[in-house]
């Protein structure tokens, strides 16, 4: 059975950096593309942060390039996203996703972090950024 569990949300000031963990179990996650998006209230999800499962290559959306960082360790299956200058309009309830289909590849998509290629969630981990 596939899951992905999300953990390592929190509160943190503006400035802060935190890292959240995605647990993936029921899959080999190095096989599938997966990633991170995130959606704050009345908003779209957005703010991808991607890995390409052929070659590990990351891609990021415009709102956290530069500030996000993804990665795999594929040992312990789990993908990770370390955040650093946290704003407050990084608030959000950020999430674990994957493409279920193996044979896509993000480097030939017009938007390869686009959050209507991934269609399998895990529950998501609230981030907040306040003073």
């Known amino acids: 059975q596939v899951q992905l569990v999300e953990s390592g949300g929190g509160l943190v000031q503006p400035g802060g950096s935190l890292t959240l963990s995605c647990a993936a179990s029921?899959?080999?996650?190095?096989?599938?593309?997966i990633g991170w998006f995130r959606q704050a209230p009345g908003k779209e999800r957005e703010g991808g942060s991607c890995?390409?499962?052929?070659?590990?290559?990351?891609y990021y959306g415009d709102s956290v390039k530069g500030r996000f960082t993804v990665s795999r360790d594929s040992a312990k299956n789990t993908l990770y996203l370390r955040m650093n200058n946290l704003k407050p309009e990084d608030t959000a309830v950020y999430y674990c996703?994957?493409?279920?289909?193996?044979?896509?590849?993000?480097?030939?998509?017009?938007?390869?972090?686009?959050?209507?290629?991934?269609?399998?969630w895990g529950l998501g981990t609230q981030v907040t950024v306040s003073s």
């Open positions: 890995v390409n499962r052929r070659d590990g290559t990351t």
């Open positions: 996703a994957m493409v279920l289909d193996s044979r896509v590849d993000l480097r030939v998509e017009l938007t390869p972090c686009s959050s209507n290629l991934f269609n399998y």
């Open positions: 029921g899959f080999t996650m190095e096989y599938y593309n």
